[in-house]
């Protein structure tokens, strides 16, 4: 089962738990309305019959109540994941079992009629989606039922009321027509729970393509880029992995356990191919200048994020927009820095968003590894160094740390391709410098 299923399915669990502890929690209503009843006479009910009911109710409502809310919390969950799924597996057969025991109970009351109640716990299970306990639900509520009914009939018997010349006699004409009525019940909840759960499988599981093609469509971003400009678009490439590396390397540090679901990193790393989307927007002379920027040219490059993040608010929604935010967020504030001191806006601390943090780190990261017109490729000690000086002021210190300790993983990937990538781009200053000097000629470069 894929991912999404699982997410689905555990979910609907969570929710029809909560729907069958509501149940409960309204059987001990069941006590006082039987006592009302009984007292204007309308029908008569023990009350004996009434205080065993109360006391069997209220310790099951209140179990499960406990089980299906007392774990639910985000640490615990996210700590302890199959404890959590475990509890919530238990809460769900002790809440239909509660709910038919007590329906057992109450239907072996001469006065009290249950029968299509015992179809209720049936297709209460059908809202799993889980056909086993569909088939075990109705094995156990029509074994109770033929327990509860023979019970009627003794109790029948003892008021003088019966169909029968026994108890047991009375208690098979009665379950005969019911098993008739049960077996229909059995074969509608079965077939349900089958068509449902295989319907509910193929719709998550189109949807789930169809959103892993939206994402793997953004890597086709920094192929387009390096038709425009190929330093920009091996460092879209390049950050995509350090964005990864680094959500990876926090989750399992601890920190932001709740924010670095899967489904998060796979939106922020799939949101890096766009974080510098804004660059088609910077003369071609700009970025590709071997030397320093002009203030006038810096000034032209500081607009790439707020460009970048008109762009992407521009684009279809993705991934139920999830991804268009964390986009427009890192292509806004991956420039941002966390003193104040950053730009478009000067977000400080946590103002600028997670995705933005991990992607300045990442960005700046392979700035400094690799090669550009204007600088040599930084050696890795040296990289790690000025990120080392940049905490608590360029950087989140926590993110800072976690890029150092993937230092050995960084080096290997940047070395990689270090060569091959160095070759290509002086190969297209190159060319792009005879371009230029073409022009100023008044010539094309085939000229």
């Given at each position: 089962?894929?991912t999404?299923n699982?997410e689905?399915?555990?979910?609907n ?5 909560k729907l069958?502890?509501k149940?409960l929690?309204l ?8 006592a ?8 008569q009910?023990e ?5 065993l ?6 310790p099951f409502?209140?179990i499960?109540?406990?089980?299906v809310?007392g774990f639910?919390f ?6 302890h994941p ?17 709910t038919s ?15 299509i109640g ?9 809202l799993?989606y ?9 094995a156990v509520?029509y074994?109770?039922?033929i327990f509860s ?6 109790n029948?018997?003892k008021e003088g009321i019966t169909?029968g ?8 004409a009665?379950?005969?027509?019911f098993?008739?009525e049960f ?6 909840a079965?077939?349900?729970t089958?068509?449902?759960k ?5 719709a998550?599981e189109?949807n789930?393509?169809l959103e892993?093609t939206?994402?793997?469509f953004?890597?086709f971003?920094?192929?387009v880029?390096?038709?425009?400009e ?9 950050t995509?992995?350090y964005v990864?590396?680094l ?5 399992s540090?601890?920190y932001?356990?709740?924010e670095l679901?899967?489904?998060n ?7 890096a191919n766009l974080?510098?989307?804004g660059?088609?927007y910077?003369?071609?002379h700009?970025?590709m200048?071997p030397?320093k920027f002009t ?9 790439h994020?707020?460009?970048?993040c008109e ?10 927009e999830?991804f268009?935010?964390v ?7 991956h420039h941002?820095?966390y003193?104040g001191?950053?730009?478009?806006n000067?977000?400080?601390?946590n103002e600028?968003p997670?995705c933005?943090?991990?992607m ?9 590894l690799s ?5 040599p490729?930084?050696?890795?000690e040296k ?8 905490k ?10 976690a890029?150092i300790?993937?230092?050995?993983e960084?080096?290997k ?10 070759d290509?781009i002086?190969?297209?200053?190159h060319w ?5 000097e073409s ?7 085939s000229?």
């Amino acid at each position: 089962m894929n991912t999404d299923n699982e997410e689905f399915f555990e979910n609907n669990t969570f929710k029809i738990n909560k729907l069958v502890s509501k149940i409960l929690i309204l059987m001990n209503l069941l006590a006082p309305l039987f006592a009302v009843l009984s007292y204007f006479k309308i029908f008569q009910i023990e009350r004996r019959f009434i205080i065993l009911s109360e006391i069997l109710i209220f310790p099951f409502s209140v179990i499960t109540l406990i089980l299906v809310y007392g774990f639910n919390f985000p640490n615990f969950k996210e700590n302890h994941p199959e404890t959590y799924e475990n509890i919530q597996h238990s809460a769900k057969y002790f809440g239909l079992l509660g709910t038919s025991y007590i329906l057992a109970l109450l239907g072996t009351n001469a006065h009290i009629g249950i029968y299509i109640g015992y179809s209720l716990i049936v297709f209460l299970s059908c809202l799993y989606y889980d056909v086993k306990l569909t088939m075990f639900l109705a094995a156990v509520n029509y074994i109770a039922m033929i327990f509860s009914q023979y019970g009627k009939s003794l109790n029948r018997f003892k008021e003088g009321i019966t169909y029968g010349a026994s108890p047991l006699a009375d208690c098979i004409a009665f379950s005969a027509g019911f098993t008739i009525e049960f077996i229909f019940v059995v074969l509608i909840a079965y077939s349900m729970t089958k068509k449902n759960k295989k319907t509910l499988h193929s719709a998550i599981e189109r949807n789930e393509k169809l959103e892993q093609t939206q994402l793997d469509f953004m890597k086709f971003v920094p192929l387009v880029l390096k038709k425009h400009e190929i330093v920009t678009g091996f460092h879209v490439e390049h950050t995509v992995q350090y964005v990864r590396m680094l959500c990876n390397k926090l989750k399992s540090e601890g920190y932001y356990k709740e924010e670095l679901t899967k489904k998060n990193i796979e939106l922020f790393s799939a949101a890096a191919n766009l974080h510098d989307i804004g660059k088609i927007y910077i003369p071609d002379h700009i970025l590709m200048k071997p030397g320093k920027f002009t203030p006038q040219e810096f000034e032209m490059m500081k607009k790439h994020p707020e460009i970048g993040c008109e762009i992407i608010q521009a684009m279809p929604k993705i991934y139920n927009e999830e991804f268009n935010k964390v986009a427009a967020q890192m292509a806004l504030c991956h420039h941002e820095r966390y003193d104040g001191t950053g730009y478009p806006n000067k977000l400080k601390g946590n103002e600028i968003p997670l995705c933005a943090r991990i992607m300045a780190v990442a960005d700046v990261t392979d700035a400094l590894l690799s090669y550009r017109p204007y600088k040599p490729a930084f050696s890795i000690e040296k990289t790690m160094k000025i990120i080392e000086e940049g905490k608590g002021t360029q950087f989140e210190p926590v993110i800072a740390d976690a890029i150092i300790q993937l230092k050995d993983e960084i080096k290997k990937y940047a070395e990689e391709r270090a060569a091959s990538e160095k070759d290509l781009i002086i190969k297209e200053t190159h060319w792009r410098e005879q371009e230029r000097e073409s022009l100023l000629r008044g010539q094309t470069v085939s000229e």
